[in-house]
């Protein structure tokens, strides 16, 4: 059963009619520090807090979306955080963002994206929610390195009509040796291109540097929201690198 942000006197069936599923996918493995969770998580409770977010909604045929939070790890580590959300108007979304900015942060072992997209999977057949798109944002810091290979489960999302977008983090690692991330930036945008992201309209917007979050999330957002994809690099774009990216192999970056 879907759960609202408001109450209203709509009958129930016309409530699991929206525009949109959107289930947020967010990497919490052990190679997100806590700094990296907080400024993940307060991006996206900035975002829906951001006008910009209740245009995108009311844009819609319905003006109404449903959103999922899932924070997400190891294979056995897939966590609802917030439920299925249904969110038509700016009180909605500052509701929304009020309820996951006072939630605890999680932290997980390894890194299973195909975890976390088979757990969506679930979650969507499990919704009761009728829309004309169903996508799942998945951001993470790193390759599938634990669990079932990606690529199937990928590919069962992709023909059912799924889209997955991305947002792979390559944050400054405050405190190592070199201060960066593991993942070369480039590499990690090149594996979200070519192994994680899918289905119509898919993107993956790159974040290298903390300031950018907050933003990269909520113009993110509004492009999932209204459709408004310009200037977005999509699955089937070809200007990328030359790097080889065996999508199959467990925990491997081109390059690395």
Not at 99 to 125: K, M, Q
Request: aromatic residues 6%; proline residues 5%; negative net charge.
């Amino acid at each position: 059963m879907a759960s609202q942000a408001h109450s209203t006197d709509r009958p129930a069936d016309d409530l699991a009619e929206v525009d949109l599923q959107l289930i947020l996918a967010v990497d919490v493995s052990p190679s997100m520090s806590k700094v990296e969770q907080r400024v993940q998580r307060d991006g996206y409770v900035g975002a829906f807090r951001h006008a910009d977010i209740a245009r995108a909604i009311k844009s819609g045929e319905r003006g109404r979306i449903a959103v999922l939070y899932l924070e997400w790890a190891g294979p056995r580590q897939q966590t609802v955080i917030m439920p299925w959300t249904i969110v038509e108007s700016l009180d909605d979304a500052l509701t929304l963002a009020d309820r996951l900015a006072a939630l605890p942060l999680t932290e997980g072992r390894g890194t299973s994206i195909s975890g976390a997209l088979s757990a969506a999977n679930d979650l969507f057949a499990k919704s009761g929610l009728r829309s004309p798109r169903r996508v799942i944002d998945v951001s993470g810091d790193g390759p599938n390195n634990a669990g079932a290979l990606l690529d199937p489960i990928r590919q069962v999302l992709l023909a059912e009509g799924v889209t997955i977008n991305g947002l792979p983090i390559a944050l400054p690692r405050f405190g190592g040796t070199d201060g960066f991330a593991m993942y070369d930036p480039s590499n990690l945008q090149s594996y979200f291109e070519r192994c994680v992201i899918g289905g119509p309209d898919a993107f993956a917007i790159g974040v290298t540097e903390v300031p950018m979050f907050a933003t990269a999330v909520r113009r993110k957002l509004v492009r999932e929201i209204s459709m408004n994809m310009g200037q977005v690099i999509y699955a089937a774009y070809t200007a990328r690198s030359d790097r080889t990216v065996d999508c199959n192999v467990i925990g491997q970056l081109p390059g690395r």
